[in-house]
């Protein structure tokens, strides 16, 4: 019976339904077939919310459904995305029961394209363990061979029969001769960076541990340090980053991604450790970088997925390229710190502040004058976050902005304290000789 109602639907004598697609076809050419002239007078922009709403309802059932296959396929819980190809048949004219029947095989071919998607996403994840290497000697990333021993080590390559190497950033930048080794130990350290590729960190491996990556494939990687890693006792340690470019799968549903060894990625409770030593920024110092290089990442792996895709490669050549300018990105804002600290110092050389950090201070309430007793400094608060942190002799030491959240925090921690009247008094008139000192003398 249904079959037959839906085949007297085109006859014009039969009220159509809500989702009939002649119905849409006619309402689109103007044809209201006898409904009323409310529908003839609908605007556009009504349609299209209409048409929008239920394109979003769509997705969110098949966002859904592939959620559910991922989790059920041991997702983790992992936060991921899948690309999925939708052709869809659109007879306006034709026979219903033929439109049925190629939108049965259009969603055939929809759950096997996401089945392919979500196979390939959950087998790219058990072999990306956070934090860890891929061992090729186990062909697991979860093994006692796959953890860096501690936050100064590197991932360095392969050995003969797949064991990961670990080294010290310091001995592998020697190890591989790298021209700016001596600035990890400068007195101020420099932020480093090392991009080697697949050959340089599959040298040593011997052809029969190849074949245990599967279709797993390491493209090459950017390490970089030394960050700053907070110790249990409460201290600073030295910490190196590893950001592998990985891809896996088969053909056009290659994915790619970058996968982060060390740098405290397998240990939850070292992040927000990481963030608070960080808190200069309000995140990670690598975030900005490393978002960057995933955004560049998905366009080329949509490039790869094209029916007419790059040649091999022009993929490769893009892919190195991107590590090459992620080892740029770690670094730049590192090396701009410095050429601003080094001319902040020659600039305040006779202990002269700026003229905000003053105005700032002659304006700042008590409570905005504060002490910070691990380094001996003073720090006054201005408006719309300025800090400036002042040395007990009136010196500028630096000026910075700083979030309300940071500037919160470190109050509320205790690293930086209430001053007493006198204090507060004592330091502005210490910083009113300066100036007045070095006015008079220019």
Same mark, same amino acid.
């Given at each position: ?87 869809? &048949?659109?007879? &306006? ?36 363990? &956070? ?29 003969? /029969? ?122 990670? &110092? ?8 995933? /955004? ?147």
């Amino acid at each position: 019976m249904a079959h037959e109602d839906m085949a007297r639907a085109g006859d014009g004598d039969k009220p159509r339904g809500d989702d009939d697609p002649q119905r849409d076809h006619d309402r689109l050419r103007g044809d209201d077939r006898g409904r009323g002239s409310d529908d003839r007078l609908r605007g556009d922009d009504d349609r299209l919310r209409g048409d929008d709403d239920r394109l979003r309802r769509a997705l969110a059932l098949i966002a859904s459904v592939a959620r559910e296959r991922f989790a059920a396929a041991g997702g983790n819980g992992r936060a991921a995305e899948v690309e999925l190809a939708l052709r869809l &048949p659109l007879r &306006p004219h034709g026979d219903p029961r033929g439109e049925q029947a190629a939108l049965a095989a259009a969603a055939t071919a929809l759950d096997a394209g996401l089945a392919l998607e979500v196979e390939a996403l959950v087998a790219g994840n058990a072999l990306c363990h &956070p934090g860890n290497a891929f061992c090729a000697r186990c062909a697991s990333s979860t093994c006692e061979h796959a953890t860096p021993a501690g936050p100064r080590e590197a991932f360095a390559g392969y050995g003969p /029969t797949g064991l990961p190497r670990f080294l010290d950033l310091g001995q592998l930048l020697l190890e591989r001769k790298h021209p700016r080794v001596a600035e990890l130990y400068d007195e101020r350290p420099q932020l480093v960076s090392l991009v080697l590729g697949w050959g340089d960190l599959a040298e040593a491996l011997l052809p029969a541990y190849r074949s245990r990556f599967g279709d797993l494939r390491l493209h090459g990687q950017v390490v970089c340090g030394w960050y700053r890693s907070p110790t249990p006792a409460g201290g600073h340690d030295r910490l190196a980053v590893t950001f592998q470019l990985l891809s896996n799968g088969r053909g056009r549903r290659r994915r790619y991604r970058l996968h982060q060894v060390g740098g405290g990625a397998s240990r939850a409770d070292l992040q927000p450790l990481l963030e608070a030593v960080h808190e200069r920024h309000g995140r990670l &110092p690598w975030r900005e970088p490393l978002r960057w290089a995933q /955004t560049t990442l998905a366009a080329i792996e949509s490039a790869a997925r094209r029916p007419r895709p790059p040649a091999p490669a022009a993929i490769d050549s893009r892919l190195q390229g991107l590590l090459l300018h992620l080892g740029e990105a770690l670094e730049r804002p590192f090396r701009s710190r410095e050429r601003r600290t080094a001319h902040a110092e020659v600039r305040h050389q006779g202990g002269r502040p700026t003229r905000a950090a003053v105005a700032d201070l002659r304006a700042a309430p008590g409570e905005r004058v504060l002490f910070d007793p691990r380094h001996e400094t003073f720090v006054v608060l201005g408006p719309r976050g300025r800090t400036h942190v002042f040395g007990s002799g009136g010196k500028l030491v630096t000026s910075v902005r700083y979030p309300a959240a940071t500037i919160e925090r470190r109050q509320k921690s205790g690293a930086w304290r209430a001053t007493t009247g006198e204090q507060a008094s004592a330091l502005r008139a210490r910083v009113e000789e300066l100036v007045a000192a070095v006015d008079a003398t220019s």
